[in-house]
């Protein structure tokens, strides 16, 4: 009796601080976290430290080479150690919305024994460990013997519910025999965590000379994905693509659609290939090869293949946006008859050029020029629904088109120009942001 009624406590202090220690303690944008919540005395455990930049300007952040750490037991005993800085970089120029990470290496002190409440001075952080040590066994190993009891009247649960409720009435498992039984993920599990929004996908109406709606869906399957949290190596790099592009005729009786482009591919895509020392400059990659065809046959049939390389240059303004330059060059090959000069019309460079806020406005262009002065222009717009008094998900859409190739069927017609209004998903632009430098 006396010895349940000292572990409860214990237990308690331990919950509390584990959870604290967990999930960070955030000042002026630092959080700091232990690697592990158990460990024996003399063990080299790691603290963690995230700097986010949550302001409206560049920061700088200089991480300290050395840590002062107070050790407290439940007894009252105190202990101050160092814990030294990995890595030998230490300072940090961190945009606006991103994060930097840093790590410091501490020996468990040899004195220490049972639940460790661990300071940082000149930092209000509060970490736990237990450090009871192996041979006795950590108190986050130690099984939880008893019933289960009424939260609120300290009296035991019928054994029936408990026991549909999949425990044992008699008493439970230690936390690190719980997570070694760990949620294993499904092969659709894996298959869903694999798709991602790969072109924007919107769907606008225009009323120039007649009703009409453009819409596009697009989607990536990512061959290969990393295992745990470590960056993807170079193979694991590689996509599927699909896009489909639409042009239907709202304004006739049977609303047909005019055409439609099915655009499958195969990329190798990376968005962060290089980055600059001072974190303002990044290098992203996506190559390929692609196909576009309309799906008809005998003289609407057209299809077209190319091989492309698209590097993207992307800057970060101190101010919380990024602007990217993302020419994409493109070699045709398996032209089809009925569309042999197609690259006298499309060209073989797309000039893409994008401007996007953090959750704010989004700008892009996109310019491409044939052979005779052949031009085609797209500008589209973008302003998030959240911040209107809609309060939507997805972006507000205005998109202004003009040139050739608004349809593959028509890829030697010029259309004149067109303002279309709707609404757009910028999922994908999430990727640059909120990353650490």
Known sequence: MTTRRRIAPSLRILTAALALGLAGTA???????????????GDTVTIEAVYFNEGNARATWEAPPELVLQWRSQDGQIVRSLAKLQGGKANYSVPVNNFARMSWS???????????????????????????????????????????????TGQPVPPAVVAAAGASPEGGPAPDTVAVSTYQQSAFDHFRSAISEYKPVYFDIGTRGQTTARFQISAKYRLFSPSGNRPATWGENFYLGYTQTSLWDLQSDSMPFIDTTFNPSLFWLSDNMWQSENQAWRLGMNTGVEHNSNGKAGDDSRSVNNAYIQPQFNYRFDGGSTLTFAPKVKAYFGVASENSDYADYAGRVDWNLRWAQDNGAVVSAMYRQGDQRRRTTQLDFAWPLQRTWLNMNGYLHLQYFNGYGETLLGYNQRNESQFRIGSVSYTHLTLPTNREV
């Open 27 to 41: 000042v002026a944008g630092v959080s700091y976290r232990l690697d592990r919540p158990s460990a024996a005395p």
């Open 106 to 152: 501490a020996v468990v002190p040899a004195t220490a024994r049972g639940l460790q409440a661990i300071a940082i001075e000149g930092q209000p952080a509060m970490m736990a460990l237990d450090a009871t040590g192996r041979d006795s066994g950590t108190v986050a190993s130690t099984p939880a013997p008893g019933p289960v009891v009424d939260a609120r």
